[in-house]
């Protein structure tokens, strides 16, 4: 008897709300609502010490099911189509709402709000869940967005300026200004820098789509809020507006929005770091180079996991030493070495690093000298002078 109280009460729960308050019900595609989910959810903070803000903020608007999720620091927004337009505004936990709805049985979904009780209810084939709503009214507001863009660019670009940059900056927090991708605009192009003061990355963007933009003027922003934006928009052409104020930047890509905080500080020079001599210079085909590093660092096990280049006689040899081990060494032929024969001793990992973010079939290294930095550029000078990236890493000293 119990299980039948149990089944009856299982198979009514959800209907009785339906029944009374069928304008607060909608119906949505459960892809696009996890996919919107998944979205915001990025800029939610499990260990928040305010529940509010392990929440997602869930509204009804003429543009769809609105969503929204917050940390402060970075806040995303987006809106999911939806087949009918019910009222409600709910903030639901994250984790909890997120799995409920990838693990929907049916293409179609079902979200229906209780206003009295404060509960939503999600259905979908034969699965239904109640979930309690936190208070909306406690839900921080989504932070404004200027009018006039500064900067428009694809997708796909943007994606890839990011990848190329944002691996450089710091991880440790003692130096904030490090932890950014620096967004500097210039009249003629677009320039994003990233440096944890032992390597430096910067990608250069001819640019004519900043019209708007404060010329001269840099926005420091986390590698985070990047790094969530390249994973939003890879893949789109749709192009992302950028938005900038005193403190804040924001990215528009169709229906999703993402503000961030700028870091404040100032972004160092970065410019009189880099060498403007060099000693060596040597063009290596990049896979074949990335092959040879990949291979010999498995010896690079020291206390900077390091490698040493030698170019010499249009040959780059690439060699590592673990003292308790063993000795690597491989040799790229694939070379031209032009000026003096040149050597150097480099983190393996700082350097791999390079190799898997461009994709440049050659690839020119600069060296002068044992005790100065190598520097990275992209050998076709037609690619050059489209915008193009350079890479400067800090040796590690040569023991004799």
């Not at 999911?80 to 909890?96: C, E, I």
Request: negative net charge; charged residues 25%.
């Amino acid at each position: 008897m119990t299980d039948n109280m149990g089944n009856e009460k299982w198979e009514n729960l959800g209907s009785n709300n339906a029944a009374t308050s069928q304008h607060n019900a909608i119906s949505c595609d459960r892809e696009l609502l996890a996919n919107g989910v998944g979205t915001v959810q990025r800029a939610v903070s499990s260990r928040s010490t305010l529940p509010i803000l392990q929440g997602v903020l869930i509204e009804t608007t003429n543009q769809g099911l609105h969503l929204i999720g917050t940390d402060l620091e970075l806040s995303i927004e987006t809106y999911v189509p939806v087949t009918s337009v019910g009222d409600f505004h709910m903030v639901l936990p994250a984790k909890y709402f997120s799995e409920i709805v990838r693990r929907l049985p049916e293409r179609e979904v079902v979200i229906e709000w209780d206003s009295e009780k404060k509960v939503a209810t999600i259905l979908s084939g034969k699965a239904v869940y109640e979930i309690n709503s936190m208070d909306p009214g406690e839900y921080p507001l989504f932070p404004e967005v200027p009018n006039t863009p500064w900067w428009k660019v694809p997708g796909t670009e943007l994606a890839n300026f990011v990848r190329k940059t944002v691996f450089c900056a710091a991880v440790e927090e003692t130096r904030p200004f490090l932890t950014g991708v620096f967004m500097e605009f210039k009249e003629n192009e677009v320039n994003f820098v990233a440096t944890d003061s032992f390597r430096l990355a910067v990608t250069r963007v001819s640019n004519s789509n900043s019209a708007h933009a404060e010329r001269d003027r840099g926005l420091l922003v986390p590698a985070r809020t990047l790094s969530e934006v390249a994973r939003i928009v890879q893949g789109s052409e749709t192009e992302v507006e950028v938005y900038a104020s005193e403190n804040q930047v924001a990215f528009k890509c169709r229906e999703t929005t993402i503000v961030s905080r700028l870091i404040e500080g100032q972004f160092p020079s970065y410019d009189r770091v880099i060498p403007q001599q060099h000693s060596t210079l040597i063009v290596v085909e990049r896979g074949a180079f990335q092959e040879s590093v990949d291979r010999v660092s498995i010896m690079g096990k020291d206390e900077f996991g390091t490698i040493r280049l030698s170019a010499r006689d249009n040959v780059l040899t690439v060699s590592a030493n673990a003292p308790e081990v063993g000795k690597a060494l491989d040799q790229v032929s694939t070379v031209r070495v032009e000026g003096e024969n040149g050597e150097i001793a480099l983190k393996a990992r700082y350097l791999m690093d390079v190799l898997k973010a461009v994709e440049d079939e050659e690839i020119c290294l600069k060296l002068t000298g044992t005790a100065s930095p190598v520097i990275i550029t992209q050998a076709d000078v037609e690619s050059k002078a489209s915008g193009g990236f350079l890479y400067l890493i800090m040796p590690v000293t040569l023991n004799a």
